[in-house]
């Protein structure tokens, strides 16, 4: 089984590659192949990646190049994990958008904007170069905004499905405050990508005895605060909103919260310099604790369990992704691509049935869902007035002096990556 991994010299990857040497029987991967453009980075990442396995004792090979088509020719799998424009792109996604007194984000609101348009027309021009050399492979994206990302990649025919960390880590966590193995605990995960609630948690499978009342009285306090949610929403919704929820729930709050200390893209930063040194020591064989706090947990699990699913080809294995909403929440278009359960196999992923959602969700996933929609627009077509409609669009903005003044300042921080700006 050959798996490419384009963006392999992000400081992600030793993750991922310590997730393959773990599960190798889930994934017999035989040749992993990391494609990136930055050669240095590359060579270090890579390095470490063969050591990993190594250690492990894993027999699969490891190799590096800055050629996608070498690296795609004869794949089975493509996970797509770039950033374009890098920290320095991120870094002013967090902040211009914070001189209006809006949320500075890399995935919602003007920022979530702003990196969509960056990355929609690259990841298009890949996946096409993946289809000439790969016609079967499955592409799987952890490249943000997920949504948006995979919804172009569907639209366009590709073979592909979107994958978030944030359901299994929330599985890895509801799994530690109830005593029980994560393999025994269900989410009934509804929403859009960075837009989701946790409805329900199950033990023993979809169908089992949900205890998320129980877990909420038991557990709530700690709940909210790996969260930073207050204790009395979670009460009062009956359900554990995603992290993201914050930007929402808490808007002001937040931005004032962001005013007063470094971006979080400055922070992660200095987190690569500090990882990529310790990478380059030739005695280190294993992903550093240091790691952890580059966020992605559980990525390379998911990731590892989605690609056997895939190649598997049975089907029946029940994983949180994004995919095309298919009838699934009815409030929604059949083209809308959503995040909930579904069951993955070789023909790609089923969503499960979901119970009917509160108002109080749906109409903030419908507002979010139209606001993609137009999104996607701007990314495939460009133009000023569409980038307007969409920022005008977002519950985060949603004001005409917010949106024209946020329009012209996305496309002054970002015109080196726009062809049409």
């Not at 909930?340 to 119970?355: F, K, S, T």
């Not at 979010?368 to 929609?373: C, L, M, N």
């Amino acid at each position: 089984m050959k798996l490419t991994v384009v963006g392999g010299g992000s400081t992600y990857t030793p993750e991922l590659v310590d997730g393959f040497a773990r599960l190798r029987d889930t994934l017999p991967v035989e040749e992993l192949v990391l494609v990136d453009p930055d050669a240095e980075r590359l060579e270090l990442v890579g390095g470490l990646a063969r050591r990993i396995l190594a250690r492990q004792g894993h027999p699969g090979r490891v190799v590096t190049t800055h050629d996608l088509d070498r690296g795609a020719d004869g794949a089975d799998a493509v996970l797509l994990q770039l950033r374009v424009g890098g920290q320095a792109a991120r870094e002013q996604d967090e902040t211009w958008p914070l001189e209006c007194g809006c949320v500075g984000q890399e995935t919602t609101g003007a920022g979530g904007l702003a990196k969509a348009l960056r990355t929609v027309p690259v990841v298009l021009e890949i996946a096409e170069r993946v289809r000439r050399v790969s016609p079967g492979a499955w592409i799987v994206d952890f490249t943000n905004p997920v949504g948006i990302v995979t919804r172009a990649l569907l639209r366009a025919g590709h073979r592909a499905v979107g994958l978030c960390n944030v359901a299994i880590g929330l599985q890895r966590k509801f799994a530690g405050l109830l005593g029980v193995a994560p393999g025994d605990v269900h989410l009934d995960h509804v929403g859009l990508n960075h837009l989701t609630w946790e409805t329900g948690v199950r033990l023993g499978g979809p169908r089992g005895e949900d205890v998320l009342p129980s877990l909420l009285e038991r557990h709530g306090d700690a709940v909210a605060a790996d969260l930073r949610l207050p204790r009395p929403l979670l009460d009062r919704l009956g359900v554990v909103p995603s992290y993201y929820l914050r930007y929402f729930y808490l808007h002001d709050e937040v931005v004032r919260e962001l005013r007063t200390k470094p971006s979080r893209a400055a922070e992660v930063a200095g987190l690569e310099r500090e990882l990529l040194r310790m990478y380059a020591d030739p005695a280190l064989d294993e992903k550093p604790e240091l790691l952890a706090r580059r966020g992605g947990a559980y990525y390379s699990e998911a990731a590892v369990d989605l690609a056997a699913a895939l190649l598997g080809g049975a089907g029946g294995a029940y994983q949180v992704v994004n995919t095309y909403n298919a009838g699934t929440l009815p409030f929604l278009p059949d083209d809308a691509v959503i995040e909930v359960p579904a069951a993955v196999g070789g023909e790609g992923a089923d969503p499960l049935p979901v119970a009917p959602v509160d108002p109080l969700f749906a109409g903030l996933m419908a507002n979010v869902t139209a606001y993609e929609d137009l999104a996607l627009e701007a990314a495939l077509h460009g133009g000023r007035e569409r980038v307007f409609r969409a920022l005008l669009a977002h519950p985060l903005i949603g004001q005409y002096a917010y949106a024209d003044t946020l329009t012209d300042r996305l496309l002054a921080h970002n015109r080196e990556h726009l062809a049409w700006a």
